[in-house]
C-alpha cells in the first residue's frame, strides 16, 4: 500500500532529524561547556564576546545557554557572580531594544522551575547523599537568583516570589528540621543580596519572621542536645 509506505517514510525521516536535533544540540551543549570551564576573571571579556557570538542569532543555542550556566552556577559558588554578571552583561548586547528578550525570559522561567521543583521534593532525611544534592541545588540556585537580582537581570519581585514561597514551606509541620536548616540559609541568602529593598518597601516583617523561626529553631536545637 503506496499510502503506508508513505507514512512509514515519514515517520522514519521525521526519527532522522530528532536524531540530528539532539545530536546537534550535544555539540553546543559541549561547545559552550568548553568556553565556560575556561573561565577567569582575568579572561571574561573574551569569553564572554566568545559565547555570545556563538548564541546571539540562535534561540536554540540561547536555551541551551541558559541551562548549562544556571547547572554551572549551582554547582560552583565561587563563579556564580560571573555567570550571573555574563547573563546580564550577553543580555545588554541585544541589538532589537523594542522587543522582549528571549534569553531574560527563558532565563527567568528556568530559574523559577529549578526553585519550584526543589520546593516540591524537599528531602529524604534518611538519605544523606540526597540530602546533600538536596542542599547543593536549593542554596546555588538562590545564591544565583540573587546574583542575578544585584545584576538587575531578574526583578526584585522573584526574590520577594521566592522569600514568600520558602517562608511557606518552613512554617510548615511536616517539614523536617533538616530540610528547615536548608530553607532558612536559602532565606539569608536571598536577604544578604536586596535585605536593604525589604526595608524600603516595608517588607520588615520578613526580618521579623525570620528572626523569630531562627530564635525557635535554635532553641529547639539546644534542647535536642541536653537531653
Do not use: P, W
Amino acid at each position: 500500500n503506496r499510502t503506508d509506505v508513505s507514512k512509514e517514510i515519514a515517520i522514519a525521516e521525521h526519527f532522522v532529524n530528532d536524531i540530528h536535533k539532539k545530536n546537534n544540540s550535544n555539540k553546543v551543549k559541549s561547545d559552550i561547556l568548553a568556553m565556560l570551564n575556561t573561565l577567569t576573571v582575568d579572561n571574561y571579556e573574551n569569553v564572554k564576546e566568545s559565547i555570545y557570538t556563538y548564541i546571539k542569532d540562535n534561540e536554540d543555542f540561547q536555551s541551551i545557554f541558559v541551562n548549562v550556566v544556571i547547572n554551572k552556577a549551582i554547582s560552583e559558588k565561587f563563579y556564580v557572580g560571573l555567570y550571573a554578571k555574563m547573563c546580564s552583561d550577553i543580555d545588554k548586547k541585544r541589538t532589537d531594544k523594542t522587543q522582549k528578550s528571549y534569553f531574560r525570559l527563558h532565563l527567568i522561567e528556568e530559574c523559577k522551575k529549578i526553585f519550584l521543583t526543589n520546593m516540591e521534593e524537599g528531602i529524604d532525611v534518611n538519605d544523606e547523599e540526597a540530602e546533600m544534592k538536596y542542599k547543593k541545588r536549593m542554596i546555588g540556585n538562590v545564591k544565583y537568583i540573587s546574583e542575578l537580582i544585584k545584576v538587575r537581570m531578574l526583578s526584585q519581585k522573584i526574590g520577594f516570589f521566592c522569600i514568600d514561597n520558602l517562608l511557606m514551606r518552613i512554617n510548615n509541620d511536616y517539614v523536617s528540621d533538616k530540610e528547615k536548616f536548608i530553607i532558612l540559609e536559602a532565606l539569608i541568602e536571598l536577604l544578604d543580596a536586596f535585605g536593604k529593598v525589604v526595608f524600603e518597601r516595608g517588607k520588615k516583617e520578613y526580618i521579623d519572621i525570620i528572626d523569630e523561626i531562627i530564635e525557635k529553631e535554635i532553641i529547639k536545637n539546644t534542647q535536642i542536645e541536653i537531653n
